[in-house]
């Protein structure tokens, strides 16, 4: 493993003016010139002449072809250069651990995976995912230096201030893991700490770009239920950084009511479309699942179980697709609530369990959404899929480190750098 270089803050790039052009930039895919740099940005000519020098000199951009423009003379292009610098996503979930790394354009360009160790050593916890994310960096040949940072996507709930993994319920024995320090100690990489839909609510923004929606809802769909929130452009974390868990929202169940087990009969989304249900409900309605019904702790089993569901959808069986359409929609009626708590106009779903089941469950929750007497909200609602796949939570941890280091934050003026 590296030895500790860094500890647990994010290097900075070099205060706002340099965020401001690497932003503009970042954001342009056919590039700028100086001159439009300056416009955009609202620095001065010089101010961007010499950003320009440093994120040239640093590889973050590089100068690309002229474009000639009215009687002037031929501008040079700026444009990003995504392989100049990385960043380390880790998604720790019940079944699996994965992780990415994406370059500075958010492009995933290495993953893998690993079992989730118990944490009943945390030190063999931090060993595994220490060497698994040296692994990946070093497969993707990818100097250390050039890594900004690690971020993890954890289930909550997390102390953040501490970052600590507290006590996940679907995380046994999972309790006070200091995942941020030690792992941070372990790699020699500055290491950031986020609850999982948090996560997954700033990839879908970060890498949404200039098109990213000011107010939305990403409805994730993991071994749990939850809800990660972007308000004015802004993820909702809450005093604790665990906001998002809205598996107690009730909701009409419909025909998941009260079977197989009992566990809808309360009405909260959470527990009538948890996965281990929904396996259990699936076998009860015939569906031969080579994963076998799986007992509550066997996350592996859910997850095998949960691929024979995918593949039954895939293959046009109309009780599989029914069922996760009747899942869909109980999402749906959850998100509605969500909508018009916060008057928002798009709701994005994902998550390691909703990918597979999401071509028949997206269309339900749109009908859901849309069509729902209860709806207050008078503008279009739109209701998509992530296009950032199962491993979206991963992919959100990385943009974390990405975000932080790269966005312009009017804050970076008050602070003497």
Known sequence: ?????????????????????????????????????????????????????????????????????????????????????????????????????????????????????????????????????????????????????????????????????????????????????????????????????????????????????????????????????????EPVRGTGANAGDAGHLMVDQGSLAGTPDGNGDRGEVGAAVAPERLVRLAATRGLDLTGGVPVADDAGAVDRAWDDLAAAIDSGDPTATALAAEAGTVMGRAAVVIVNLLDIDRVVFGGPFWSRIAAAALPAARQAITGSPILVPKHPVTVVETDRGADVAAVGAACLVLDAALSPRASALLIRR
Request: no cysteine; aromatic share 6%.
């Open 1 to 233: 493993m590296a030895e500790h270089r860094r500890g647990a803050n994010l290097p900075s790039i070099g205060g706002f003016n340099r965020t401001v052009v690497l932003d503009a930039v970042r954001r342009s895919p056919d590039g700028l010139s100086r001159v439009e740099l300056a416009g955009r940005t609202g620095l001065s000519a010089q101010t961007v002449s010499n950003v320009t020098r440093f994120l040239i000199d640093a590889g973050m951009i590089v100068e690309s072809g002229t474009v000639v423009s009215g009687r002037g003379k031929p501008r040079t292009i700026l444009r990003l250069e995504p392989g100049s610098r990385f960043a380390v996503g880790v998604h720790v979930d019940p079944a699996v651990v994965t992780y990415v790394l994406l370059d500075l354009a958010g492009t995933v360009v290495a993953s893998t995976t690993t079992s989730t160790p118990t944490a009943d050593d945390p030190d063999q916890v931090i060993r595994t995912m220490a060497s698994a994310i040296d692994g990946l960096v070093a497969s993707a040949e990818v100097d250390p230096d050039a890594v900004l940072g690690v971020g993890i996507a954890s289930p909550g709930p997390i102390d953040v201030n501490a970052g600590i993994v507290v006590d996940p319920p679907f995380l046994p024995r999972w309790r006070g893991v200091p995942l941020r320090d030690a792992l941070a100690e372990a790699t020699g990489h500055p290491v950031l700490l986020e609850k999982d839909v948090t996560a997954a609510a700033v990839g879908e923004m970060f890498l949404a770009g200039e098109s990213s929606a000011r107010n939305f809802a990403f409805v994730y769909f993991g071994t749990g239920f939850g809800v990660g929130l972007v308000v004015d452009h």
